[in-house]
């Protein structure tokens, strides 16, 4: 009999683990990823969760029951997974991680050959309904299940993207979070220390721990990241870096210890490599625009605004073959990694950067901030409805611009935003930037949240000088 399985989401698999997802429940998807993938060979690896080697075991058993030759490449994080899926050649890759979630989640991050997404709207949603089904074809023969690795390609794969002759010594504190970052960091380590490179890494929870003893994995929560920033300031570190759990994204700290806004990143990353390839396209999120466009267009590219996820980011880099595609959330694309999100190429970028310039990172971004101040990202917990009726009916109608590629976009001249429904909570996540004015950045980050909070009582809005909603 068919059972509903609400493990599924929009771009992944995800869950608490004994209720909702369960090696049951895994066993069920791999026997469902090959037939909806038609899959004859995939790589499966997972993160360091506790829960994640018993669901590993029952995916690659449903996997190689089902038809299909695994090949088993351990503790991974998920952009490896996307790299052995290209690199190999293979049918398609799945990585058992729950990302930042708490350690009581797990859940899954599945592509198909190319390390193309498979999402909900095309290829998930089969998988999740085959998967409840519970009713499999037998295949001809079984699978196999066998060990392998990619890590000295991967690194060889990293490493090509910076000029290594370039680098000078520079000293990183890396924090892995107990997650499954540590691996790649020792191998390229060991790799730039053969060569010659001088970077000297400071390890911060560095082995994994499913635990989390130092808590989730998740530098976008600011106690996650004053150990990193207090350890550069101590150690007088050129720059820091954190990652989530499965370290598709990375968060950087500059050398006075400060956490610097994806958004910035964006920019200077477009623009890096925009030197090296002018002419580029470069696609990036609705959230915040101004500062990523103004930098894109002055370094002779061409900025594509997409739908924020990373579903969506990956194919409208392979629509426009894009050289590179940014998110404020930390996600960062690169069309030579398979248009696949790194957390790993971000920082030797960046490392590179400030060896080249000789400019510290606080320095590189100064100018930057200070042009467009934002007011990072506010997740607001409110009837998202009545919310957004509000905006349309009060603040909407004054705007100079509106865009719905992702929520409702709103641009008012000197300054705009952007509401959009999150996608894995019940939240509203507000941004607000303006062209230089933080006095206004403030004024008009409040007005929004109380016009969001509280919108039985928006009658008024003003644009030029917000000063608050009144009734």
């Not at 089904?133 to 060889?156: H, I, M, W």
């Not at 500059?254 to 990353?269: A, C, K, N, Q, R």
């Not at 002055?298 to 990956?314: D, M, S």
């Not at 941004?431 to 949240?449: F, H, M, S, Y």
Request: aromatic share 6%; charged share 25%.
């Amino acid at each position: 009999m068919a059972t509903t399985l609400d493990c599924f989401t929009a771009y992944d698999v995800r869950g608490r683990v004994g209720e909702s997802l369960t090696p049951k429940v895994a066993y069920r998807i791999g026997r469902a990823c090959c037939e909806v993938l038609s899959a004859s060979t995939m790589v499966v690896g997972g993160d360091a969760r506790l829960s994640t080697p018993e669901l590993k075991r029952a995916l690659m058993r449903g996997l190689s029951e089902g038809g299909c030759d695994v090949i088993d490449l351990g503790l991974t994080g998920t952009e490896e997974i996307y790299f052995a899926t290209a690199h190999l050649g293979v049918d398609g890759g799945i990585e058992v991680t729950a990302s930042h979630n708490p350690a009581e989640y797990n859940g899954m991050k599945i592509v198909r050959e190319g390390a193309r997404p498979v999402s909900c709207d095309n290829g998930l949603l089969d998988i999740a309904r085959r998967a409840e089904q519970d009713e499999f074809v037998e295949p001809v023969k079984r699978g196999t299940v066998r060990a392998g690795s990619v890590l000295n390609a991967y690194v060889n794969k990293l490493i090509d993207f910076v000029d290594l002759g370039a680098m000078r010594s520079l000293k990183l504190v890396v924090n892995a979070g107990n997650g499954a970052a540590g691996h790649v960091i020792d191998a390229l380590a060991m790799r730039l220390d053969g060569v010659g490179v001088p970077l000297e890494f400071v390890r911060l929870q560095h082995e994994p721990d499913g635990r989390f003893p130092h808590g989730v994995p998740n530098p976008m929560l600011p106690e996650q990241r004053e150990r990193t920033a207090l350890a550069v300031r101590q150690l007088g570190a050129d720059l820091g870096v954190a990652w989530d759990g499965d370290f598709d994204r990375c968060f950087l700290f500059d050398e006075h210890g400060t956490f610097v806004e994806g958004y910035y990143l964006v920019g200077l990353l477009a623009e890096t490599l925009l030197r090296r390839q002018p002419g580029g396209r470069i696609v990036h999120d609705p959230r915040l625009i101004w500062n990523t466009r103004e930098l894109v267009t002055r370094a002779g590219g061409i900025p594509v605004q997409c739908k924020t996820g990373h579903a969506f980011i990956k194919a409208r880099m392979r629509e426009e073959e894009a050289l590179y595609g940014g998110e404020m959330s930390g996600h960062h694309y690169f069309r030579d990694f398979a248009f696949c999100d790194s957390g790993m190429i971000p920082w030797l970028l960046i490392a590179e950067l400030i060896s080249v310039t000789g400019q510290p990172l606080s320095q590189l971004l100064a100018e930057r901030i200070a042009a467009y101040p934002v007011s990072g990202e506010i997740n607001l917990k409110t009837d998202a409805g009545a919310a957004l009726a509000a905006l349309d009916a009060v603040a909407a109608p004054l705007a100079r611009e509106i865009d719905h590629t992702d929520g409702i976009s709103l641009d008012f001249g000197d300054w705009r935003c952007n509401v959009r429904r999150s996608n894995t909570e019940p939240l509203l996540r507000l941004n607000v930037e303006t062209r230089g004015d933080p006095a206004l950045l403030q004024r008009a980050t409040r007005q929004l949240v109380t016009l969001l909070t509280e919108p039985e009582t928006a009658r008024r809005f003003d644009p030029l000088q917000p000063q608050g909603v009144s009734s």
